[in-house]
């Protein structure tokens, strides 16, 4: 099933679907990494926007 894209909820705010190839590409342009370290993150540390956020910042400095 796609993503409803007309529901901005906070559950859809806070994760980051990798299955969902817009969002992978946001978040890694937002993150100045590429679109499959975002996937390797997410495998790594699950979905949550603020936790990827964070390992993202350690893998660019």
Known sequence: ?????SN???RD????????EY????FAKQNRITPDEVR???REHGND?????REARKLRG
């Open 1 to 5: 099933m796609a993503d409803d894209k």
């Open 8 to 10: 901005r909820g906070f």
């Open 13 to 20: 705010q806070s994760r980051v679907s990798a299955d969902e």
């Open 23 to 26: 969002e992978v590409r946001y």
């Open 40 to 42: 390797a993150l997410i």
């Open 49 to 53: 926007r603020k936790r990827l956020a």
